[in-house]
């Protein structure tokens, strides 16, 4: 979809200043979509004849009021993805998987997942929660009765104190270890990772 306007941006779209007439409503360009934002007014309309998908690389085409130029776009993924290993928990937890579907006893010890079904009260919890509108973003930190609870546990159980503005909910360990990594360690810093012995 391109926008119809009196300039042409860089990404194939044209921005339109809302053209008024007498009547007081701007003028739209037939077989053109248009919204409002603010005392702005944009068109689109479709431009098929400039859409060019190649299988190895992806062209746009870059309109310009006077000429057309076509600009190459590198697709390609960053090292960062490319130098990422294949997960060995995973790994293993798929030949588990594998073995269990051909009949093979299999006792999975990869990933720390319980062998029972959720337990019914926790069911019911996160049904009932989802029933009362418990369905929106949270907190970044967590919700403010998770926190309290937090800390009454670590309290009863462990024996530990904190406030509930010491606590931060995340979605598992990994992201919690992620996270407390890269708050406290900088470029080229060698953090030492303890590993318990087998």
């Known amino acids: 979809m391109a926008a119809s306007t009196s300039s042409i941006s860089r990404l194939g779209f044209r921005y339109h200043q809302p053209l008024v007439p007498k009547s007081g409503s701007p003028s739209q360009p037939s077989g053109s979509v248009s919204f409002h934002s603010g005392s702005h007014c944009f068109y689109f309309k479709p431009l098929e004849a400039t859409r060019q998908l190649q299988l ?3 062209s746009v ?3 310009a009021e006077s000429r057309s130029e076509e600009m190459q776009v590198d697709t390609s993924l960053s090292p960062r993805v490319t130098a990422v290993k294949p997960s060995k928990t995973v790994a293993i937890t798929d030949q588990a998987t594998a073995l269990a ?3 093979v006893p299999v006792i999975r010890l990869a990933a720390g997942e319980p062998d029972f079904d959720t337990p019914a009260v926790i069911a019911e919890a996160g049904i ?5 509108g418990y369905t929106r973003y ?6 403010q009765e998770l926190r309290v609870a937090i800390c009454q546990k670590l309290k009863e159980e462990n024996g530990i104190s904190y406030k509930p503005d010491e606590v931060l909910v995340s979605n598992g360990a990994k992201q919690s270890i992620y996270q407390a ?8 810093d060698e953090p030492n990772i303890l590993m318990a012995s087998l």
């Open 56 to 58: 190895s690389r992806i």
């Open 61 to 63: 085409v870059v309109k």
């Open 101 to 103: 579907q051909a009949g």
């Open 128 to 132: 009932n929660a989802i029933r009362e």
């Open 138 to 143: 949270t907190p970044n930190a967590g919700t």
């Open 181 to 188: 990594i890269l708050a406290v360690c900088s470029p080229g």
